[in-house]
């Protein structure tokens, strides 16, 4: 188990370039939740799992840090999975509730 721990979380950043779109609809939705709080459209548990949702896909960019930061890569990589599965999570009890 250390062994798989180690190389999901805290393997060398890959430079992907699919990060970069991952990290850009992160910031898109992440912004799509502001914006929808601000104008007041959606109940605010929604938009906070959106919101979340967003921060996981602006986790990407993990993957284009230098690959010398393999410990801030899979810290971030652990908020990712966190801010997905938190995210997803009230995502469906925001539709369970109405």
Do not use: Q
Not at 28 to 47: D, E, Q, R, V, Y
Not at 64 to 85: E, F, I, K, Q, T
């Amino acid at each position: 188990m250390h062994t798989f721990w180690k190389r999901f979380f805290w393997g060398a950043p890959s430079h992907k370039s699919i990060a970069w779109a991952g990290a850009l609809s992160g910031l898109g939705l992440i912004a799509f939740a502001l914006f929808m709080l601000a104008i007041g459209h959606g109940t605010p548990l929604f938009m906070v799992a959106i919101g979340l949702l967003g921060l996981a896909n602006f986790g990407w960019g993990a993957e284009l840090l230098p690959v010398g930061n393999a410990d801030l890569a899979g810290w971030m990589r652990v908020g990712r999975w966190g801010s997905a599965l938190v995210g997803s999570v009230l995502a469906a009890l925001s539709l369970l509730w109405g």
